[in-house]
């Protein structure tokens, strides 16, 4: 019965790793497969759980006691996967689309989630570097029963692989070579860690000139006025000298006002800083101005 179960663990085994490192990989997949992929993962690792419990009962109940170090080791591999799998859905619950929160903090939890992923995925690979007997014996033994049959003639059933220390460095090899690509993803995805303040230039506030301020002002007061001579273009020139120091408090005050308000908009915060300019790298990909950028990593 044992024996029969082997190729199931080890089937479940690789799907979760690979299907966890797929996850470390959003322009490959996209935010909302992203986010499907980390509930199926998680479905898979509570029945993972439920496989091993027989083991992790007796081990739990005879962890101080009698029970060897390789047991132990073992033991707080998995307790760190668990409660690493438990952080991850649940800060990606807080961040994703479907629930889609007014987090005032959003960096803050999409750095979490990246943190806790990447670490998760590190003891993850010593997991699988501890059991490379067990896993490299499993690989050699369903790729050679995958070979196709000769002539019609059936496969015969492989016998037991032996693992030498090429095998070791192989498997070492791959999950460090994983590691490695999945962090630079999750890197290039999380920044540098910092809130997503974009420092953008001034924004220069067009202020209108003197001559077409005094103008309006000055046809304005003769449409007030009812005045029944026409304003000839001459007198509209003429009239900024001396209209001027008459609205030069009312000039003067929207030119500071713009002046202030151009100065206070030097800075603009975004919530995104990869300036994606398609769904998938961001929580939510908006373009409702049509301008081909991403409207939350933009400064409008």
Same mark, same amino acid.
């Given at each position: ?12 085994? &690789? ?6 490192? /797929?996850?470390?990989? %959003?322009?490959?997949?996209? %935010?909302?497969? +992203?986010?499907?992929l ?9 029945y !993972? ?8 009962? =007796?081990?739990?109940?005879r962890? %101080? ?7 132990? %080791? ?5 307790? #760190? @996967? ?5 952080? @991850?859905?649940? =800060?990606?619950?807080? @961040? ?15 750095? @979490? +989630? ?9 003891v ?6 501890? !059991?490379?007997?067990?896993l ?10 995958? *070979? ?6 059936p ?31 999750a ?49 509209a ?28 908009? #030097?800075?603009?915060? &975004? ?11 961001? *929580? ?8 081909? /950028?991403?409207?939350l990593?933009?400064?409008?």
């Amino acid at each position: 019965m044992a024996r029969q179960t082997q190729p199931r663990k080890w089937a479940v085994d &690789v799907l979760l790793f690979v299907g966890f490192w /797929l996850c470390f990989f %959003l322009d490959l997949t996209g %935010l909302e497969a +992203h986010q499907w992929l980390g509930v199926a993962l998680g479905a898979l690792a509570v029945y !993972h759980l439920i496989v091993h419990w027989a083991w992790l009962k =007796s081990v739990t109940q005879r962890f %101080l006691a009698l029970t060897s170090g390789q047991a132990r %080791l073992y033991y707080l591999l998995d307790a #760190s @996967i668990v409660l690493g799998l438990a952080l @991850i859905l649940a =800060s990606g619950l807080v @961040i994703s689309t479907w629930l889609n929160l007014p987090l005032a903090n959003y960096v803050a939890w999409k750095d @979490i +989630h990246v943190v806790v992923s990447l670490a998760t995925l590190l003891v993850v690979v010593a997991k699988l570097a501890a !059991h490379w007997r067990w896993l490299a014996r499993g690989t050699r033994l369903r790729l050679r029963s995958w *070979r196709p049959a000769i002539g019609g003639q059936p496969v015969p059933r492989p016998a037991a692989a032996v693992v030498t220390r090429r095998d070791f460095l192989s498997l070492l090899g791959v999950l460090g070579a994983s590691y490695v690509a999945a962090a630079a993803s999750a890197w290039d995805f999380g920044g540098t860690g910092q809130a997503g303040v974009a420092q953008a230039a001034p924004v220069a506030t067009p202020v209108a000139t003197p001559t077409a301020t005094a103008v309006a002002v000055a046809q304005a007061q003769v449409g007030r006025g009812r005045a029944r001579r026409e304003v000839s273009p001459s007198v509209a020139q003429a009239t900024p000298s001396s209209a001027g120091s008459a609205v030069s408090g009312d000039t003067g005050s929207s030119t500071a006002s713009s002046g202030a308000s151009g100065t206070s908009a #030097s800075a603009c915060v &975004v919530q995104c800083d990869r300036h994606c300019s398609y769904p998938g790298k961001c *929580r939510r990909y908006v373009d409702a101005n049509g301008n081909g /950028l991403y409207d939350l990593g933009e400064c409008l």
